[in-house]
């Protein structure tokens, strides 16, 4: 079993900064990437960033120089540092860990439960 688990979201105002985190744990045997997604009220769920197993990050366009991803391997553990936060930042944030659960097995998405961001104008 994988367990992914965020935290870290809140209500914050416009211009504010919040470090969102995405725990795994469990039976992982190599993690292959980290994806954090943003789904607004009535609207799908987009990729807003992507860390892979050998630090190489992507950005949408629509939080690039705002948003920064990383990863801290040794407490299994991803972040997402998000700075001057917008109205239309509002919504879920959840975190899809993309892993092999064992050495034989093949490359399986977990999601986690989200966490709600809400930015006040």
């Known amino acids: 079993q994988v367990q992914v688990v965020e935290s870290g979201g809140g209500l914050v105002q416009a211009g504010g900064s919040l470090r969102l985190s995405c725990a795994y744990s469990g039976r992982i045997f190599r993690l292959n990437s980290i994806d954090w997604y943003h789904q607004a009220p009535g609207k799908r769920r987009d990729v807003m960033a992507s860390i892979s197993s050998n630090g190489i990050t992507l950005y949408a366009d629509s939080v690039k120089g705002r948003f920064t991803i990383s990863k801290d391997i040794a407490k299994n553990t991803v972040y997402l540092d998000m700075n001057s936060l917008k109205p239309e930042d509002t919504g879920v944030y959840s975190c899809?860990?993309?892993?092999?659960?064992?050495?034989?097995?093949?490359?399986?998405?977990?999601w986690g439960q989200g966490t709600q961001v809400t930015v006040s104008s």
């Open positions: 899809l860990a993309s892993l092999w659960p064992t050495a034989d097995g093949a490359l399986t998405d977990y």
